[in-house]
T-cell receptor
Framework: GENVEQHPSTLSVQEGDSAVIKCTYS??????FPWYKQELGKGPQLIID?????GEKKDQRIAVTLNKTAKHFSLHITETQPEDSAVYFC?????????????FGKGTKLSVKP | GAGVSQSPSNKVTEKGKDVELRCDPI?????LYWYRQSLGQGLEFLIY????????KSGLPSDRFSAERTGGSVSTLTIQRTQQEDSAVYLC??????????FGQGTRLTVV
């Protein structure tokens, strides 16, 4: 089955700096890669996603890149703010038919220091 | 409904008792997922439903765990003979195929 590795497990940056979180996946058939943000006591919320037919996607201060050949994808947050502090999870799945289960990485705890 | 609803939000049970956790997905969502999150840990996949069928049950940790979904809507996760290591937050999510999965707030289960 699919296996998703995520690094680093913790990341501390100064406000205004950039943060990068990296994930690798094992199943070359995976075609959907979402990123979730989880704040304390809440369920994860989608912040950005990318499909395998695209190499990069941006949404304001957040961007995701995908390298299908190397089977890795990354989350980039620019101009970090204290409210970006949370746990971030990457995930991979094979959407279509009966194979849509999302497999998550173990998470990255991001701390943005003011 | 407006979002994924899980009940109860908190459950304390004695070791050895059975518990049922409920998930009401967003209306019309065909896919439903259950995950377990231990304190400070990642999301451990338990089971995935497409409609009423469960094509992937590979994450269920033991035969004490079971889940069902009826009418393509509500799902219940049942844990029999609970153990202390079952203590965790149980998260449910739903989605339309190939779109964003929306998570509920979770059920915090404590086995004492």
């Amino acid at each position: 089955g699919e296996n998703v590795e995520q690094h680093p497990s913790t990341l501390s940056v100064q406000e205004g700096d950039s943060a990068v979180i990296k994930c690798t996946y094992s199943d070359s058939a995976s075609n959907y890669f979402p990123w979730y943000k989880q704040e304390l006591g809440k369920g994860p919320q989608l912040i950005i996603d990318i499909r395998s037919n695209v190499g990069e996607k941006k949404d304001q201060r957040i961007a995701v890149t995908l390298n299908k050949t190397a089977k890795h994808f990354s989350l980039h947050i620019t101009e970090t703010q204290p409210e970006d502090s949370a746990v971030y999870f990457c995930a991979a799945s094979k959407y279509g038919g009966s194979q849509g289960n999302l497999i998550f990485g173990k998470g990255t705890k991001l701390s943005v220091k003011p | 409904g407006a979002g994924v609803s899980q009940s109860p939000s908190n459950k304390v049970t004695e070791k050895g008792k059975d518990v049922e956790l409920r998930c009401d997905p967003i209306s019309g969502h065909t896919a439903l997922y259950w995950y377990r999150q231990s304190l400070g840990q990642g999301l451990e996949f338990l089971i995935y439903f497409q409609g009423n069928s469960a094509p992937d049950k590979s994450g269920l940790p033991s035969d004490r765990f079971s889940a069902e979904r009826t009418g393509g809507s509500v799902s219940t996760l049942t844990i029999q003979r609970t153990q202390q290591e079952d203590s965790a937050v149980y998260l449910c999510a739903s989605s339309l195929e190939a779109t964003e999965a929306f998570f509920g707030q979770g059920t915090r289960l404590t086995v004492v």
